[in-house]
């Protein structure tokens, strides 16, 4: 663990033991659980829920522990790390029902829709979510401003997440097998729309020219995430910056393209509200700010070479800072 830099939560098991270890920098969950006497573990709380397992407590960043038959032993290797999870398991990875590091997911996604609907208010009849993940943020949007949650999409379960399909073709056919409009919902009315994030555009594109189709009189897009604009280093597979649509055009430009009427992002500073008090400095944000707390290794951006990933530091259209 001294000599890995990055992410990783693993488990190594025999017939007699099991080691957990998280990184140093606690970027991934893991958790631990009891079901009687027997001990498991999982990245994320919900999983324990599933198995029926008591939660017991989360793995610290940089601590191993070994489980065998003379008990559970905790390691602290105090590898050097700064706490700094992944603020993106909150916004999109984890299950709404799973708590992280002592973090609901739900309430943190419920503060996220709070924060937008201070920060992006606008006229509207009704507020829908784009499920999953922006469905909890449209909740806290809809009890901050007072407008009314709906159903707006009903999703298929039955299918996997869009952004991680290979083609533009597979991604563009997933997205209207997965997702289907409820018209008696927005046929006539205005919509504001809330996703967790925007990665290249072409989804919210085609989720919103499907709300207009439905009937709706106005769609307002809101990003229950900052826009992203540089590469994740530690594992998360976010495209290039030449595919990132918010490293290409303007706020005003990528509402535009998806068709939207008006369109809003989280603040940067909004992602430790999000998180709740006693969050500052303990969080990754360097997709969205650029400010990595890790080293990032040679392999690291030997990796990214090799995926055809630009690296450097050129300027994006649109900072942060001036959102
Ligand atoms: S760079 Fe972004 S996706 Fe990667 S660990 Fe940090 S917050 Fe998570």
């Excluded at 309430?107 to 006229?123: C, D, F, Q, S």
């Excluded at 298929?156 to 008696?184: A, C, E, W």
């Excluded at 996703?195 to 439905?214: C, E, L, P, Q, Y």
Aim: glycine letters at 10%.
């Amino acid at each position: 663990m001294f000599s890995i830099k990055g992410a990783y939560s693993l488990l190594v098991m025999s017939p007699r033991k099991i080691i957990a270890a998280r990184d140093p920098n606690g970027f991934r969950p893991l958790c631990m659980g009891k079901i009687g006497d027997s001990v498991v573990f999982a990245s994320e709380s919900a999983a324990l829920d599933a198995v029926g397992a008591d939660f017991v407590r989360d793995v610290e960043p940089g601590e191993i522990v070994v489980v065998d038959q003379n008990g559970i032993k905790s390691i602290k290797t105090h590898c050097g790390g700064k706490r700094s999870v992944c603020v993106f398991e909150y916004i999109y990875f984890a299950r709404t029902d799973s708590v992280i590091d002592g973090i609901s997911v739900y309430e943190a996604r419920k503060r996220a829709g709070k924060i937008l609907a201070r920060t992006h208010p606008v006229e509207a009849d009704v507020v829908i979510g784009v499920p999953e993940s922006g469905i909890d943020a449209a909740i806290g949007y809809s009890e901050e401003s007072g407008i009314p949650y709906e159903k707006g999409i009903n999703k298929n379960n039955y299918i996997g997440r869009t952004f991680i399909k290979p083609t533009q073709q597979q991604r563009q056919s997933s997205v209207k097998i997965k997702l289907n409009p409820l018209v008696s919902a927005v046929k006539g009315k205005r919509v504001v729309m809330i996703d967790d994030s925007i990665v290249r555009g072409t989804t919210m594109a085609r989720i919103v020219s499907m709300i207009r189709a439905a009937g709706a009189a106005e769609v307002h897009i809101r990003f229950s995430s900052p826009p992203f604009m540089w590469p994740c280093y530690y594992g998360t597979d976010i495209p290039s910056r030449e595919e990132l649509v918010a490293c290409n055009y303007t706020i005003e430009e990528i509402g535009k393209l998806c068709g939207a009427d008006s369109i809003g992002f989280l603040p940067a500073e909004g992602l430790c509200e999000m998180l709740g008090s006693g969050c500052e400095g303990k969080y990754c944000h360097g997709c969205f700010t650029g400010e990595y707390p890790a080293e990032i290794t040679k392999r690291n951006l030997k990796g990214k070479e090799r995926s055809g990933q630009r690296f450097d530091n050129a300027p994006c259209v649109q900072k942060p800072e001036d959102l």
